[in-house]
């Protein structure tokens, strides 16, 4: 990811903000207008895919141990 970042900033650098504002404000319009298009087409997502995500990070806790353990903290704060 952070090398497609960099990638975009260098081509953005060379190829883009040397054009003129116009043609700027042009190619944000038509980058702008592509992603909206894309999102619209885009498959209807479902919060049930997050189901699981990160179970392993729990593994081996005890749900109810770890709920008393933050409700005892939230007694001691100001």
């Given at each position: 990811?952070a090398?497609?970042?960099?990638?975009?900033?260098?081509?953005?650098?060379?190829?883009?903000?040397p054009?003129?504002?116009?043609?700027r404000?042009?190619?944000?319009?038509?980058i702008i207008?592509?992603?909206?298009?894309?999102a619209r087409?885009?498959?209807?997502r479902?919060?049930?895919?997050?189901?699981?995500?990160?179970?392993?990070?729990?593994?081996?806790?005890?749900?109810q141990?770890?709920?008393d353990?933050l409700?005892a903290e939230?007694?001691?704060?100001p």
């Amino acid at each position: 990811m952070a090398q497609a970042i960099l990638h975009l900033d260098q081509l953005y650098q060379r190829e883009i903000r040397p054009l003129a504002l116009s043609d700027r404000l042009l190619l944000a319009q038509k980058i702008i207008a592509d992603a909206v298009a894309a999102a619209r087409t885009a498959p209807p997502r479902s919060l049930l895919e997050l189901e699981g995500l990160g179970a392993e990070l729990w593994e081996g806790i005890d749900a109810q141990s770890y709920v008393d353990t933050l409700r005892a903290e939230w007694d001691h704060r100001p």
